[in-house]
């Protein structure tokens, strides 16, 4: 038989308020999300990014119990998307597709509607999908050390086939003339198959671009590849060296997608989107479909996706300024 109340002791029952107290807020806390969350990624549909986060979102609709959204929303410097982000309310319902476009921006643009890093709260990385350096498969440069070799004695002749100026190609290309020491002509193209028809037709010596989609022009023989830019060689052009490995000291460039929310949100309900990330990178569905673009799936922690964004904007900064690249 239970004692009166008016007979227990004081410190039973102020522990008894304080749990009934609590509870309201634990309930609360345990109710997320309670509705569709919003996955906005800055690119149009069909690009690395997009695929990525259309990869994701139903392994993490599972683990969350509702579903997952893509919202597509391109711009220059991914401006448009991150604002929304940035201005939405910091529930967790609404995520944003970050990329290294992010730390190429914090230095393109003199000024931004959002502070790259305390706006947004780091979720988790997602993955790493590196660079490759193209030659025609006619190319008289049958190993990324001729051609460096070319470079030095004849200053100014070798031209390199990159995107738009400010994209993650062009300014791996600028790092790559000043790693290694050469004097060359970057040349940049409007869109990427503009820089595929120019290797294919011979009009440029090297080409930078992201790995995934040339695989296809590697395997039908269109191209050659080089070198790869990440700090290990690509698991599906093993044959391929790095950067490194072909001679160029201390380079490495990777691009990257993660995912982040509007800064302020609760760090329980941070904790549940990154458990949902873990879970989704380690379903053999997404596996296989990001591999086959050549992903290397890597989720970690909040602090970890923070540490590599602010290292990027540090890093990206340097090459921008050496390039001489005035911001917007």
Same mark, same amino acid.
């Given at each position: 038989m239970s004692a009166p109340l008016h007979r227990l002791p004081r410190r039973?029952? #102020? =522990?008894?308020?304080? @749990?009934l107290a609590a509870a309201p807020t634990l309930r609360a806390q345990s109710a997320f999300p309670t509705r569709a969350l919003t996955l906005?990624? +800055?690119?149009? +549909?069909?690009g690395i990014a997009d =695929?990525? %986060? &259309?990869?994701? @979102?139903? +392994?993490?609709? !599972?683990? =969350? $119990?509702?579903?997952?959204?893509?919202?597509? !929303?391109?711009?220059a410097g991914s401006i448009v998307a991150s604002q929304f982000v940035a201005q939405a309310k910091a529930? $967790?319902?609404? #995520?944003?597709?970050?990329?290294?476009?992010? %730390? #190429?921006? @914090?230095? =393109?643009?003199? *000024?931004?509607p959002y502070d790259t890093v305390k706006d947004f709260a780091p979720v988790s990385l997602i993955g790493r999908f590196d660079l490759g350096l193209f030659v025609p498969a006619s190319s008289r440069f049958k190993t990324l050390a001729e051609a460096l070799a070319f470079a030095r004695a004849q200053p100014g002749k070798l031209n390199i086939a990159t995107i738009a100026v400010g994209s993650t190609q062009h300014l791996a290309a600028e790092l790559f003339k000043t790693s290694a020491g050469i004097d060359a002509l970057?040349?940049?193209? *409007?869109?990427?198959? %503009?820089?595929v028809s120019a290797l294919r037709a011979g009009d440029v010596d090297l080409g930078f671009e992201i790995v995934g989609p040339m695989l296809g022009q590697v395997s039908g023989g269109a191209v050659r590849a080089l070198a790869v830019t990440g700090e290990e060689r690509h698991p599906l052009l093993s044959d391929v060296p790095t950067v490194q490995q072909a001679g160029v000291a201390r380079y490495a460039v990777s691009s990257w997608n993660a995912l982040a929310v509007p800064a302020g949100t609760p760090p329980a309900v941070i904790e549940q989107l990154n458990r949902a990330v873990r879970d989704a990178v380690a379903t053999p569905e997404v596996r296989d479909k990001l591999g086959k673009l050549g992903l290397r799936l890597s989720a970690g922690t909040p602090d970890e996706l923070g540490a #590599?964004?602010?290292?990027?904007? %540090? !890093?990206? &900064?340097?090459?921008?300024r050496a390039a001489k690249i005035e911001p917007e």
């Open positions: 039973t029952l #102020l =522990l008894g308020g304080m @749990a906005v990624v +800055p690119f149009a +549909p069909g =695929l990525t %986060a &259309r990869a994701v @979102a139903e +392994p993490m609709a !599972r683990t =969350l $119990g509702q579903a997952v959204v893509v919202d597509n !929303r391109p711009s529930d $967790g319902h609404t #995520l944003l597709m970050v990329t290294n476009s992010h %730390a #190429l921006s @914090a230095s =393109l643009f003199r *000024k931004l970057v040349v940049p193209y *409007k869109t990427s198959p %503009a820089v #590599l964004l602010a290292s990027e904007i %540090a !890093r990206w &900064r340097e090459v921008i």
